[in-house]
C-alpha cells in the first residue's frame, strides 16, 4: 500500500468512526429523551392514531410530488427525455441515500448525479442539473422560512418577537444564494480551473475531469441565464413542497388528537427545518431533531410527548418511503443504461462527450 492510499485509508476510516459516533450518540439522546417524557403516555398517544396510520404516510406523496417537479423544471435539456414518473422514482431513491447520512456529506445530490448516470444521462447534464435543484430549492426553502417566521406573532403571541439574529441570518443566506447564482451564470468550475492553471499544477490530474466540468459550465450557465421561466417554476414547485411539509405537520398531529392550525403547523415545520439544517452532521438527524422537536412543541405550548409522538410516527415515514426508495435504486443499478430518445440527438452526443471525458 502507497503512502496516497494509506492517507485516505485513514481519512475513510475516521470518518466511519465519527459518522457512528454521532449516530451512535443520537441514539443515545433519543433514548434519553424517550425515558424522560414517560414511554407510557407517549404509546397512548401513538395508540389513539389508530386506523388513521396510512393518514401518516401518504401526505408525504405530496412533498415527494412537487421536490420531483422542481428537478423536473431544474433540467438544462428539455424535456428530460424519460419523463416525469421517472425522474420521481430517481428522485425517491436519492432521497432515501440522503435520510439515511449527515446532510452536509451531500451524499443525496451525488446520489441524483449517479441514478441519472445509470439511466444514461451524461455527467456534464446530471449535474448541472442536480447544481440548479438545489438552488431552486435553497432559495425556495428560505422562501418557505421567511412566511413561516412572520407567521410566529400570529400563530404564537407567547413567542413574542424572534431574535434579530434569526433575520440577519435568513438575509445572510439570502445574499448567499444570490451570490451563489449570479456565480453559476458565470461558470461554476470556472474559477477553480483557473486558479489550478495559475497555481501551475499538473494538469493531468484533472484532465480526466476537465470536459465534463466545461460542459457543465456551458450547461448550467445557460440555464440560469436564458431559462428564467423553468428556473422561477422550479422555485414554485419546490416552494409548494416546503408547504405540504407543513401540511403533513397539521395532518399527523390531527391524526393523533392534537388540535392546531395549518399556520401553526407552517410554522412547526419550518422550525424542525432550521434544526435539520443546524444538526445535520448527524446520519439521519437522529436524537437531534426529536430533542429540536420537544423544544418547539414546548415553545407554542404542546407537551413534550406529543413532540416524540408525532417524530416517532414521522420517522415510520421516513422509513417507509426510504425503504421504498432503496428498492428502487436495488432495481436502477441492474437496469442497463436505456440510450437517450430518439427526439434528443443532442443529449446522445453529449452521452458520449461524457463517457470518454469520465472513462
Known amino acids: 500500500m502507497n503512502k496516497a492510499s494509506s492517507n485516505t485509508w485513514i481519512q475513510s476510516s475516521w470518518h466511519r468512526t465519527v459518522t457512528w459516533v454521532l449516530f451512535c450518540g443520537g441514539l443515545v439522546l433519543l433514548a434519553v429523551l424517550l425515558w424522560r417524557m414517560g414511554p407510557g403516555t407517549i404509546l397512548t398517544q401513538l395508540a389513539a392514531v389508530g386506523w388513521k396510520l396510512p393518514l401518516v404516510v401518504l401526505p408525504y406523496v405530496f412533498v415527494a410530488v412537487f421536490d420531483a417537479l422542481g428537478w423536473w423544471y431544474a433540467f438544462p435539456q428539455k424535456p428530460y427525455p424519460y419523463g416525469y414518473f421517472d425522474l420521481f422514482r430517481r428522485r425517491l431513491a436519492a432521497k432515501a441515500i440522503n435520510d439515511v447520512t449527515p446532510a452536509f456529506s451531500m451524499a443525496g445530490e451525488l446520489a441524483k448525479v449517479h441514478v441519472l448516470q445509470l439511466r444514461g444521462i451524461d455527467g456534464a447534464t446530471a449535474v448541472a442539473s442536480v447544481v440548479a435543484a438545489k438552488t431552486t430549492l435553497t432559495l425556495s426553502e428560505l422562501w418557505f422560512l421567511f412566511i413561516a417566521l412572520l407567521l410566529v406573532p400570529l400563530k404564537v403571541p407567547a ?115 432550521i434544526v435539520q439544517g443546524v444538526t445535520g452532521f448527524v446520519p439521519g438527524n437522529i436524537g ?47 437496469d442497463e443504461p436505456a440510450p437517450p430518445a430518439e427526439s434528443h440527438p443532442s443529449m446522445r452526443e453529449d452521452l458520449n462527450e461524457g463517457k470518454e471525458s469520465l472513462y
Open 159 to 273: 413567542a413574542g418577537v424572534l431574535f434579530p439574529e434569526v433575520w440577519i441570518g435568513l438575509l445572510v443566506a439570502g445574499l448567499g444564494i444570490a451570490g451563489v447564482i449570479l456565480w453559476q451564470r458565470n461558470g461554476l468550475f470556472c474559477p477553480f480551473i483557473d486558479l489550478y492553471q495559475r497555481l501551475g499544477l499538473p494538469m493531468r490530474f484533472i484532465k480526466r475531469y476537465l470536459q465534463v466540468m466545461e460542459s457543465t459550465d456551458e450547461k448550467l450557465g445557460e440555464y440560469m441565464r436564458e431559462s428564467r421561466k423553468d428556473f422561477w417554476l422550479s422555485c414554485v414547485t419546490h416552494f409548494i413542497g416546503w408547504v405540504a411539509g407543513g401540511l403533513e405537520v397539521w395532518i399527523i398531529l390531527t391524526c393523533m388528537g392534537v388540535q392546531i392550525d395549518l399556520g401553526t403547523a407552517v410554522v412547526v415545520e419550518a422550525l424542525l427545518v
Open 288 to 334: 437531534t431533531l426529536e430533542g429540536g422537536a420537544v423544544g418547539i412543541f414546548l415553545w407554542i405550548g404542546l407537551t413534550p410527548q406529543s413532540a416524540l409522538a408525532f417524530m416517532l410516527l414521522r420517522r415510520l415515514r421516513q422509513v417507509m418511503w426510504a425503504g421504498a426508495g432503496f428498492a428502487i435504486l436495488g432495481r436502477l443499478a441492474h
